[in-house]
Nanobody, 123 residues
Framework: QVQLVESGGGLVHAGGSLRLSCAGAASGNIFRINAMGWYRQAPGKERELVATITSSGSTNYADSVKGRFTISRDNAKNAVYLQMNSLKPEDTAVYYC???????????????WGQGTQVTVSS
Protein backbone atom coordinates (compact mmCIF):
# COMPACT_ATOMS: atom_id res chain seq x y z
CA GLN A 1 0.00 0.00 0.00
CA VAL A 2 2.95 2.32 0.68
CA GLN A 3 5.87 2.35 -1.73
CA LEU A 4 9.25 3.65 -0.60
CA VAL A 5 11.83 4.57 -3.22
CA GLU A 6 15.44 5.35 -2.29
CA SER A 7 18.03 7.20 -4.32
CA GLY A 8 21.44 8.78 -3.87
CA GLY A 9 23.64 5.75 -3.30
CA GLY A 10 26.91 5.32 -5.09
CA LEU A 11 30.67 4.93 -4.85
CA VAL A 12 32.78 7.44 -2.94
CA HIS A 13 36.25 7.64 -1.44
CA ALA A 14 36.81 7.54 2.29
CA GLY A 15 36.13 10.96 3.76
CA GLY A 16 33.59 11.80 1.09
CA SER A 17 29.88 12.53 1.36
CA LEU A 18 26.60 11.21 0.01
CA ARG A 19 22.99 12.27 0.46
CA LEU A 20 20.33 9.58 0.40
CA SER A 21 16.69 10.36 -0.34
CA CYS A 22 13.54 8.33 0.19
CA ALA A 23 10.01 9.25 -0.82
CA GLY A 24 6.87 7.45 0.24
CA ALA A 25 3.79 7.14 -1.92
CA ALA A 26 0.53 5.40 -1.07
CA SER A 27 -1.67 3.48 -3.47
CA GLY A 28 -5.27 2.54 -2.85
CA ASN A 29 -6.06 3.79 0.63
CA ILE A 30 -4.54 7.02 1.87
CA PHE A 31 -1.89 6.55 4.54
CA ARG A 32 -0.37 8.83 7.14
CA ILE A 33 3.35 8.26 7.48
CA ASN A 34 4.66 8.61 11.01
CA ALA A 35 8.22 7.70 11.95
CA MET A 36 10.78 7.14 9.20
CA GLY A 37 14.31 5.85 9.30
CA TRP A 38 17.37 4.43 7.63
CA TYR A 39 18.84 0.98 8.16
CA ARG A 40 21.75 -0.75 6.52
CA GLN A 41 22.94 -4.27 5.86
CA ALA A 42 26.47 -5.33 4.96
CA PRO A 43 27.21 -8.73 3.38
CA GLY A 44 26.98 -11.51 5.95
CA LYS A 45 25.57 -9.22 8.62
CA GLU A 46 22.11 -8.49 9.99
CA ARG A 47 20.27 -5.31 9.14
CA GLU A 48 21.07 -2.58 11.66
CA LEU A 49 19.63 0.77 12.64
CA VAL A 50 21.37 3.85 11.27
CA ALA A 51 18.99 6.67 12.19
CA THR A 52 15.31 7.36 12.81
CA ILE A 53 13.16 10.47 12.91
CA THR A 54 9.63 10.94 14.21
CA SER A 55 6.92 13.07 12.66
CA SER A 56 7.72 15.76 15.23
CA GLY A 57 11.41 15.78 14.35
CA SER A 58 12.95 13.78 17.19
CA THR A 59 16.01 11.88 15.98
CA ASN A 60 17.99 8.85 17.05
CA TYR A 61 21.35 7.66 15.71
CA ALA A 62 23.51 4.61 15.97
CA ASP A 63 26.67 5.37 17.93
CA SER A 64 28.79 4.48 14.92
CA VAL A 65 27.38 7.35 12.84
CA LYS A 66 26.82 10.08 15.43
CA GLY A 67 28.50 13.30 14.41
CA ARG A 68 28.84 12.15 10.81
CA PHE A 69 25.30 11.42 9.58
CA THR A 70 22.24 13.64 9.76
CA ILE A 71 18.66 12.48 9.20
CA SER A 72 15.93 14.91 8.18
CA ARG A 73 12.47 14.81 6.64
CA ASP A 74 9.97 16.80 4.66
CA ASN A 75 6.51 15.91 5.92
CA ALA A 76 4.75 17.62 3.02
CA LYS A 77 6.60 15.34 0.59
CA ASN A 78 6.57 12.22 2.80
CA ALA A 79 10.31 12.16 2.28
CA VAL A 80 13.26 11.34 4.51
CA TYR A 81 16.91 12.13 3.86
CA LEU A 82 20.26 10.97 5.18
CA GLN A 83 23.26 13.25 4.80
CA MET A 84 26.39 11.15 5.22
CA ASN A 85 29.69 12.91 5.78
CA SER A 86 33.18 11.65 6.61
CA LEU A 87 32.31 8.27 5.14
CA LYS A 88 34.39 5.26 6.11
CA PRO A 89 34.89 1.92 4.35
CA GLU A 90 32.94 0.25 7.15
CA ASP A 91 29.90 2.30 6.11
CA THR A 92 29.70 0.18 2.95
CA ALA A 93 26.30 -1.52 2.89
CA VAL A 94 22.89 -1.56 1.28
CA TYR A 95 20.87 1.22 2.87
CA TYR A 96 17.13 0.77 3.34
CA CYS A 97 14.45 3.34 3.93
CA UNK A 98 11.83 2.47 6.55
CA UNK A 99 8.47 3.99 7.40
CA UNK A 100 5.65 3.42 9.85
CA UNK A 101 2.26 4.34 8.44
CA UNK A 102 -1.41 4.32 9.36
CA UNK A 103 -4.34 4.16 6.95
CA UNK A 104 -6.40 7.32 7.17
CA UNK A 105 -8.90 7.20 10.04
CA UNK A 106 -7.14 4.18 11.54
CA UNK A 107 -4.77 3.74 14.47
CA UNK A 108 -3.39 0.48 13.09
CA UNK A 109 0.29 0.89 12.22
CA UNK A 110 2.07 -0.88 9.37
CA UNK A 111 5.79 -0.97 8.65
CA UNK A 112 7.22 -0.65 5.14
CA TRP A 113 10.68 -1.03 3.62
CA GLY A 114 12.27 0.34 0.49
CA GLN A 115 14.19 -1.76 -2.01
CA GLY A 116 17.58 -0.55 -0.83
CA THR A 117 20.36 1.51 -2.37
CA GLN A 118 24.02 0.50 -2.44
CA VAL A 119 26.61 2.68 -0.74
CA THR A 120 30.25 1.75 -1.33
CA VAL A 121 33.13 3.59 0.33
CA SER A 122 36.60 2.86 -1.02
CA SER A 123 39.83 3.14 0.97
Amino acid sequence: QVQLVESGGGLVHAGGSLRLSCAGAASGNIFRINAMGWYRQAPGKERELVATITSSGSTNYADSVKGRFTISRDNAKNAVYLQMNSLKPEDTAVYYCNAYANPLNSRTTFVYWGQGTQVTVSS
